[in-house]
């Protein structure tokens, strides 16, 4: 195992709130190492085309492709070390162990550690949610982007929140055949849009993107529905039907209202979880929040968590998008440098004030957001009995409900079933299986504990892990 | 496989609040606790069991679920003397014992455990080790277990999936391994059948021993006070900590294990393959799964968090995992985790009832996944047939000093 040392500040994920967090704080003369696992920057949203596309015209690519650019070119400073292709595995003894192909393994150590690890499309298991031609909306959205590929001649959209509304609308304008878009949330109420109304102060672009994807869809007559919700997708050995449904305030489909329409995509958008297994490793504090995806991570205006030198920021504490994202990397870049005395904290205050006022402005909006797309429960009744929960391991929910008639414990459940034992480790069936839990036992979902954080937080093969130099005599117990 | 184990317990009841007297209270719900009360309720005895967590979520659903019949390598050392030599084959006596038991569980509970006799590999990658192996081969023959040495060409051919360069190998076919995840449930499901309450999230706080009443002992838990004739500690790691509060010391220690599991491969490996100079254990699980370990540490943490992962355990287990199984290279590591593993400081099972403090017994055992079915099944007889005509080995006395 290499080391990498001398670090001010270790940064996990490159996304927007990963770089904006390196470029203050290395702008403020931060030794930085930047890590991402992905071949090049820019996280979700700037998400960079794939190494042998032709980058002509960066416009083509939208004002978010030049905002990251933007971002990415502030952290080309010699105090800033990037390292892509390069995957965080565990982080321990204040060491944060990463993985690379032809590196191998390596250990960075740090004063100052944040953690921007972003989010991942919140999974929703109904009848026929694995077939081929079912997708996320996040690898819908990674297909078109970067790859320039269409999933489907007739694609049916279904999700909820404004990234469904974004989403499609850019699906349509890169040329995707969309052919309905379905709303799970009701259409807003009076109370709801005078709400965000008050908020609008600071979200203005906010407001113009929604009005422009409503006006593509409207433009592109794809009809566009509140109060619907995906119900089943059927096919013989891929998609062909969807069937979708009134849905009541909880997101219970009202039966009788079924619509069962051809299809060969369907893209599914229900919101994000955040990614908290490093959060989790390193045993920081959590809340619960359905609306940011559950349990998530608990810190300050700064984006101090509960363990000391560790922040957290963007998508992974809770998904409230790109802007908010980089003003949280900024605030604790300032932060940081201020605890490190690079700057004194006047000077953190004032250059601190315009994205802190942009973040309340963010995150007031976004909680008046978060009240009109609230998540309803209905989401994880979805599935019956022969529905798959646990993809990896193919567990139905047949074999996981008599379980939970024994136990109220995830890690019971997972250990009986192997649900949740696979590749994924639980990211895509644990919450699911929390959230039958708490049904059947007439309990809060946010009672419902996850299984024990472990390492790797990815799957790493044993070859580039294995170390003969470490000798066990050293450990011997007996 | 799960079919059997659901609704193996009622949720609901195990919730209850526990009785208010009893004749025997189990503390403790591994495997230990509950296949004591499998066995106990099968003799009619009127048992509760309180266990703290979940049934089954300490070491005996953390385990690796190997069979230990071989001797353990840490009992091993170049040029043993005879009477060392004749120690390891009484405890390979009990070892053959404890297969015998587990030849017929399934069929006693009636269940699939996940039990297979896919016989066990132990290699050697040195000249010294091999002479070692040469003494195990030579001591367990003796205690009746069989073995068998092979070297060069002939072990090639035997194992082609080892590193051909080692020095040799010993095979025994009788070692296995059952799932670790189902036997304890099962146990519990059984006694349960049989009359057996349980209780979960139960804790036994303190314990009294009375005078003058109907009861022995006084047992306070979370959810209120018990009163038994009889107590047996069964808390695993915890069994030092629960007998000192009534003066007890234990011969007993602690430690953190650290366990790897990887993605599956296509099956290939049979037998569990052991190092016999070096921590390893590695099987292919019939999920297709590798489990490998063998004794690297993890971090204790204060109790109730889970001891944590050491990342040069992983590094340094999985390059013996390569070292004598190359073709793994490619193979993903997808977790880690780790289990409170308790010994004894001469190896030998802590079973029976108390001198000092009559009516209190203990149950622990160091390789307590292999044996302790057996050492519960012996300790039931003990307690169910008339006082003084079952008599338990003398070396496992609770209360013995050992230096
Ligand atoms: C699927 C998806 C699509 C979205 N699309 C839009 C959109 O079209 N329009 C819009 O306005 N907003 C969109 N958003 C929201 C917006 O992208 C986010 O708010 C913003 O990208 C958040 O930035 P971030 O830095 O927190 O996370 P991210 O941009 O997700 O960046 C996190 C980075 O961390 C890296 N990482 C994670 N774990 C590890 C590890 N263990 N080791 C190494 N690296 C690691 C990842 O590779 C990733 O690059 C989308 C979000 C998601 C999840
Ligand atoms: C990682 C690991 C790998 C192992 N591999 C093997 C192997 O391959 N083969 C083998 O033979 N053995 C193996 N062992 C050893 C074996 O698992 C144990 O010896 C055996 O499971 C012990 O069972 P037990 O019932 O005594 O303990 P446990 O299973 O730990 O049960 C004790 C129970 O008591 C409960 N408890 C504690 N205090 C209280 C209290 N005050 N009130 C109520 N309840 C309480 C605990 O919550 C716990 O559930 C391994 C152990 C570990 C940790």
């Not at chain 1, 069937?243 to 329409?261: Q, Y």
């Not at chain 1, 009240?371 to 047949?398: H, N, P, Q």
């Not at chain 2, 003494?135 to 080892?162: C, N, Q, V, W």
């Amino acid at each position: 195992m290499k080391s990498v040392t001398g670090n001010d500040l270790v940064v996990i994920g490159g996304g927007p709130a990963g770089i904006a967090a390196a470029a203050t704080a290395s702008s403020l003369g931060l030794r930085v190492a930047l890590i991402d696992e992905r071949v090049t920057l820019g996280g979700q949203i700037f998400k960079r085309v794939g190494p042998g596309f032709d980058l002509r015209e960066r416009k083509s690519l939208g004002k978010d492709y030049a905002r990251g650019s933007d971002l990415i070119d502030e952290i080309d400073r010699p105090n800033v070390t990037v390292l892509t292709s390069t995957t965080v595995l565990t982080i321990e003894d204040g060491k944060v162990i990463t993985s690379h192909a032809e590196e191998g393994i390596r250990a960075l150590d740090y004063r100052f550690l944040i953690i921007a690890p972003g989010a991942y499309d919140r999974p929703v298991a109904f009848p026929g949610w694995t077939l081929p031609g079912v997708m996320t909306a996040g690898a819908v959205q990674t297909m078109v982007k970067t790859q320039r590929i269409s999933p489907g001649k007739k694609i049916f959209f279904a999700g909820s929140g404004p990234l469904a509304l974004a989403f499609s609308a850019q699906l349509i304008g890169l040329g995707a055949p969309v052919f309905r878009v379905i709303e799970s949330a009701p259409f807003p109420s009076p109370v709801n849009a005078l709400r965000l109304l008050s908020r609008i102060g600071g979200n203005l672009d906010l407001i113009r993107d929604a009005a422009k994807y409503r006006s593509v869809l409207l433009k592109a007559r794809v009809p566009f529905k509140y109060g619907r919700i995906i119900v089943k997708a059927e096919g013989e050995g891929r998609l062909e039907y969807v069937t979708h449904a009134k849905a009541d305030r909880e997101w219970n489909p009202i039966p009788g209202t079924e619509v069962r329409e051809a299809c060969d995509a369907l893209c599914v958008g229900y919101g994000f979880f955040p990614s908290h297994e490093l959060f989790r490793l390193v045993d920081c504090a959590f809340e619960y929040d359905e609306n940011r995806g559950g349990f998530s991570v608990i810190k300050d205006e700064w984006g101090a968590t509960s363990v000391d030198s560790v922040f957290a920021v963007g998508d992974g504490t809770g998904v409230t998008g790109s802007y908010s994202a980089v003003a949280q990397g900024r605030l604790a870049g300032l932060q940081i440098a201020s605890r490190l005395k690079k700057i004194t904290e006047e000077e953190r205050d004032s250059t601190a004030k315009p994205y802190a006022r942009e973040l309340r402005a963010r995150n007031r909006f976004q909680s008046a957001l978060n009240k009109m797309f609230d998540v309803g429960a209905g989401i994880y009744r979805l599935a019956d009995s022969k529905t798959v929960i646990c993809r990896c391991e193919s567990v139905t929910r047949g074999a996981i409900d008599p379980i939970i008639d024994s136990t109220d414990d995830v890690s019971v459940v997972k250990g009986i079933s192997r649900a949740g034992m696979g590749l994924c480790q639980g990211r895509n069936c644990q919450r699911h299986i929390a959230a039958m839990i708490a049904d059947r036992h007439q309990k809060p979902i946010s009672s419902v504990s996850f299984q024990t954080p472990r390492f790797p937080v990815k799957p790493v093969e044993i070859g580039a892990i294995a170390d003969d130099s470490v000798r066990e005599e050293k450990y011997f117990i007996t | 496989m799960s079919e059997f184990l659901v609704g193996y317990l009622s949720n609901q009841s195990n919730h209850e609040d526990p009785p208010r007297e009893c004749d025997v209270l189990i503390i403790g719900g591994g495997l230990l606790g509950t296949s004591l009360a499998y066995y106990l309720a099968k003799e009619g005895t009127d048992v509760t069991l309180i266990e703290r967590e979940e049934i089954n979520r300490e070491a005996s659903g953390t385990n690796a679920g190997s069979f230990h019949f071989q001797i353990a390598l840490h009992q091993l050392t170049p040029n043993m003397t005879n009477s060392e030599k004749e120690r390891l084959a009484s405890e390979v006596r009990l070892q053959v014992d404890a297969a015998k038991l587990w030849d017929n569980l399934e069929q006693e509970l009636d269940a699939d455990l996940g039990v297979h006799f896919d016989g066990g590999i132990m290699v050697a990658e040195t000249e010294e080790e091999m002479g070692v192996l040469r003494d195990k081969d030579e001591i367990e023959k003796s205690a009746g277990l069989e073995s068998h040495i092979l070297t060069g060409d002939e072990m090639r051919a035997f194992a082609p999936y080892l590193a051909p360069d080692l020095a040799g190998i010993s095979f025994c076919p009788r070692e296995g391994h059952a799932n670790p995840l189902l036997v304890g449930p099962t146990y519990a499901y059984r006694a349960a059948e049989r009359g057996v309450r349980f209780r979960t999230d139960c804790g036994a706080e303190s314990i009294e021993v009375l005078t003058g009443e109907k009861h022995r002992f006084k047992v306070t838990t979370n959810k209120g006070v018990i009163k038994a004739n009889r107590v047996v500690n069964a808390a695993g790691a915890w069994t030092g900590e629960l007998a000192a509060q009534l003066g007890l010391k234990l011969p007993m220690g602690l430690s953190g294990l650290h366990v790897n599991v990887t993605e599956p491969r296509e099956y290939f490996l049979k037998s569990m393959v052991q190092h016999i100079g070096r921590r390893l254990t590695l099987k292919q699980t019939h999920n297709n799964t590798f489990i490998i370990g063998g004794g690297w540490p993890s971090r204790p943490e204060p109790y109730p968090k889970r001891y944590s992962n050491i990342w040069n355990s992983t590094s340094g287990n999985l390059a013996v995992a390569l070292r004598v199984l190359p073709m793994l290279k490619d193979v993903k590591l997808i977790r880690t985790w780790s289990g409170v593993w308790a010994y004894t400081l001469d190896f030998k099972p802590i079973l029976g009832e108390s001198e000092r403090i009559p009516g209190y017994h203990v149950a622990m055992v160091p390789t307590g996944f292999t044996l302790g079915p057996m050492v519960a099944q012996m300790l039931s007889e003990y307690m169910t047939a008339p006082k003084g005509s079952v008599k338990l080995p003398e070396e496992f006395r609770v209360d013995r000093e050992v230096a």
